[in-house]
């Protein structure tokens, strides 16, 4: 079988240096490198478009690639191009990377110097492995990659429109939530950012992009593959598609870009998230009129109320939604309020959420400041009434009776942190287990080697002592010698005194235990010691 080879390397140097081993293995067909990660993903697209046996079997990444960092670039190979075996190259050897490279689906690291059996195991090991996954995709592979017709494909996924009564009532936060969850449960969830002007997306979730939804406007075919290149691949696993940066690039989007993106969204993913802001636009409008589920945002005051009422009634008159077709949400809500939700109700004509989301700002400040809202705390009543809206809205996969639908379940969607801070512990934990091991071992070794100094020192002085006056020296030197040493180290113990020249020499030779005083390995140090031969002072 012919290997497809195809690295992404920057650096010239090493471009040549992996080409040319890489043309050295067997049945290997390495094509030519490409220099950075867009070239490298616009390449795969180009193929995957045309057929998914187009593809090559295996991608060398090298570690400095750019401009997207290796591990988010692998990250991003792995969900678009699941069929294609991705290796790292890099110098760092540590056991974080290695670890942080397998989580990003990574399918092996060949580390520098370059080695041909190294490179050689790892690329047969990765085209392995993209073989039986094409194998597994069979005909869906198609689907998986966009069939390049021009047309988007009839997906079933399911859209829910967020909409805010008017601003600062949490429509971003909501929407990202509702996207978290599903995808926590096991459902592939997209979070598109229609707030455009002002969306705040990629500032709650940490994101540096370059593409947003602005990028698509000029496009007249808008097909599956084309918007999927302007998704960017969250940490999280969800898809984003961000609002532009500039906020006046928010008039090129139309209707025509905001249904076609939708439907593109909604043949890749299971639950699409649409942000669509507090001011209705001709591209929210669209996603509201076709989106599954409709959720309007309000807080318990009588401003937001009325904003509320406003906006169901404009849907009305434009004929976008009905008011009962709604469902509204009433964030920071307190027992003592007199607005509840049933009040909304009677008073918007929608149907009010059963979920309310508590006031309790202190939880969400740490996370919102540093950009992190998905790493929220999982005991937050927050995040937790909203991942419970996430599943009375229909969007999670909740466990039932012991089995499962699909997914994971909200429940234990809650616990994912907890348990992967656990799985890699339990992987660093043999690792910790012989760093130990080694360091106890090295402090037994060095005092093992201060007790036969001291006792050399010991069995000098003593056996000088004999000498001095006819005495037992041997006797002196060796009972002097093992009162130094601790019992354990005792019956090991050599020791032996001798005349060399005008001084008494005392030789130590002790056997270092393995891990506990008592086991014996072979291993030994050695101490001398001297001391001046009294007879030879002249009184």
């Not at 008039?251 to 802001?277: K, S």
């Amino acid at each position: 079988m012919t290997i497809r080879i195809l690295p992404a390397v920057g650096d010239p140097d090493a471009a040549r240096t992996l080409s040319g081993l890489a043309a050295q293995l067997p049945d290997a067909e390495p094509a030519a490198p490409v220099a950075d990660s867009t070239a490298l993903l616009d390449t795969l697209a180009h193929l995957a478009a045309e057929s998914v046996d187009e593809l090559p079997e295996v991608v060398l990444v090298h570690e400095r690639i750019a401009p997207a960092p290796a591990l988010d670039l692998i990250r991003d190979l792995v969900l678009r191009f699941p069929a294609v075996g991705v290796v790292l190259v890099t110098a760092d050897t540590s056991p974080a990377l290695l670890t942080a490279a397998m989580d990003c689906g990574a399918r092996g690291i060949v580390t520098y110097p370059l080695a041909y059996d190294a490179l050689a195991e790892r690329v047969q090991a990765a085209a392995g492995w993209a073989t039986g996954m094409r194998r597994h995709l069979g005909t869906g592979a198609v689907e998986l990659y966009g069939s390049g017709s021009g047309a988007a494909p009839a997906g079933n996924g399911r859209v829910v429109a967020v909409t805010g009564a008017k601003g600062g009532v949490g429509t971003t936060l909501t929407a990202v939530q509702l996207a978290l969850a599903a995808q926590a449960s096991g459902r592939s969830a997209a979070l598109l950012d229609l707030d455009l002007q002002s969306g705040d997306v990629a500032s709650y979730l940490d994101v540096q992009f370059r593409r947003s939804v602005a990028d698509l406007a000029a496009i007249s075919d808008l097909t599956p593959r084309v918007v999927q290149d302007a998704v960017y691949a969250h940490e999280t696993g969800i898809g984003l598609l961000l609002a532009p940066a500039e906020g006046e690039r928010g008039e090129e989007i139309t209707e025509r870009v905001a249904r076609q993106t939708v439907n593109a969204l909604r043949g890749r993913y299971d639950v699409v998230v649409v942000d669509c802001g507090t001011y209705v636009t001709t591209a929210g409008a669209a996603v509201v009129e076709m989106a599954d589920q409709a959720v309007l945002l309000l807080t318990p005051d009588v401003v937001a109320v009325r904003a509320a009422k406003r906006m169901v009634r404009l849907w009305d008159r434009l004929q976008i939604r009905k008011a009962e077709e709604t469902v509204t949400v009433v964030n920071r809500h307190a027992r003592g309020t007199e607005i509840q939700p049933s009040l909304v109700a009677r008073v918007t004509g929608t149907r009010a959420a059963r979920t309310t989301v508590p006031d309790v700002p202190k939880e969400l400040h740490t996370a919102v400041d540093a950009g992190r809202l998905h790493d929220l705390d999982a005991k937050s009543t927050v995040k937790q009434a909203l991942w419970g809206l996430a599943g009375e809205l229909g969007l999670v996969e909740p466990e039932a009776g012991g089995g499962r639908k699909g997914g994971r379940g909200l429940r234990r969607a809650t616990k994912s942190d907890r348990g992967a801070v656990t799985l890699e512990f339990a992987g660093m934990f043999p690792l910790l287990l012989a760093v130990l091991g080694i360091l106890w071992q090295c402090t037994l070794y060095g005092y093992s080697y201060s007790l036969a100094g001291n006792a050399a020192d010991e069995a000098a002085r003593a056996a000088a002592a004999a000498t001095a006056v006819d005495g037992d020296v041997a006797g002196a030197c060796s009972q002097a010698g093992q009162k130094r040493l601790p019992s354990a180290w005792q019956g090991s113990a050599d020791i032996s005194c001798g005349q060399d020249g005008d001084v008494i020499k005392a030789r130590v030779k002790l056997q270092v235990p393995v891990f506990f005083p008592g086991t014996d390995a072979g291993w030994t140090v050695k101490a001398e010691a001297g001391a001046a031969d009294e007879r030879e002072v002249t009184p």
